[in-house]
């Protein structure tokens, strides 16, 4: 026997399951937003308690005006010594016009008077004899007088030029290291102005072939003594040009 099952009809959902869902989930949210929003405020509250007892642990800031301030302490000032008495310096002889006394009033302790060379230093009471000339100025005061140096091409008329030995001045030459690996050769034109010691006292390039080799030039000739120039028997300054030849082995 066949038994045909009934069909099963679907449920149906009204208003009254949806308001249900609707105040539940409502519910739900509103206990959810309450929650956060007390999680918040306790939040903020401990933060603030411990901000507070951070800034108590701090030292504290004393604010003060101006005008509270109290008057500066009253400190009498020293007077300041009395300067020393000057030093009667100068010529012992003293300054003023001349006056004719008989010679029974002459006494040994007078002082002559100043002459023309001396009234300018010399005072109505006479100085005690220390007299340091013109402004301060001792009479043996030796003035280095320096001599105008030539100009390294004027002409000067000598009997004898400058000398030295080329030879032994090539030997003192120190190849420079860093031309010798590059190869470089050449020879430096170099002036030297020979003082009356024969000590070389300035020096000019006048042509060279590479700037690497000057430095060596001058080292070897600066450092060289010269025979100086003669002129009326007498030593002088003069300028002399010098070749230094570099040439590798």
Not at 184 to 206: C, F, M, Q
Request: with cysteine; net charge negative; charged share 25%.
């Amino acid at each position: 026997m066949t038994t045909i099952a009934e069909p099963i009809e679907p449920q149906q959902y009204g208003a009254v399951e949806l308001k249900a869902y609707i105040q539940k989930s409502t519910r739900n949210g509103f206990i959810i937003a309450v929650s956060s929003l007390a999680l918040l405020l306790i939040a903020y509250t401990v933060f603030m308690k411990v901000t507070e007892a951070a800034a108590k642990r701090t030292a504290p800031i004393n604010k003060m005006k101006l005008t509270q301030l109290p008057p500066p302490p009253t400190q009498e000032a020293e007077a300041p010594p009395p300067p020393p008495p000057p030093a009667a310096a100068g010529p012992a002889a003293r300054a003023g016009t001349p006056v004719p006394v008989p010679d029974a009033l002459v006494t040994p302790d007078m002082k002559d008077f100043a002459n023309i060379d001396e009234v300018s230093r010399a005072s109505t009471t006479g100085g005690d004899g220390q007299d340091q000339g013109f402004l301060g100025l001792a009479k043996d005061v030796e003035v280095e007088v320096r001599e105008e140096e030539p100009n390294a091409y004027d002409f000067i008329p000598v009997e004898k030029e400058p000398y030295i030995d080329i030879k032994d001045l090539q030997r003192k030459v120190v190849y420079p290291e860093l031309a010798k690996r590059a190869g470089i050769e050449g020879k430096v034109n170099i002036r030297v102005l020979v003082g009356k010691n024969g000590v070389p006292k300035k020096h000019i390039i006048e042509s060279s072939d590479s700037d690497l080799l000057n430095d060596a030039a001058i080292k070897a000739t600066m450092s060289s003594v010269f025979t100086p120039a003669i002129q009326n028997n007498q030593p002088i300054d003069c300028w002399v040009s010098i070749p230094i030849v570099f040439k590798l082995r």
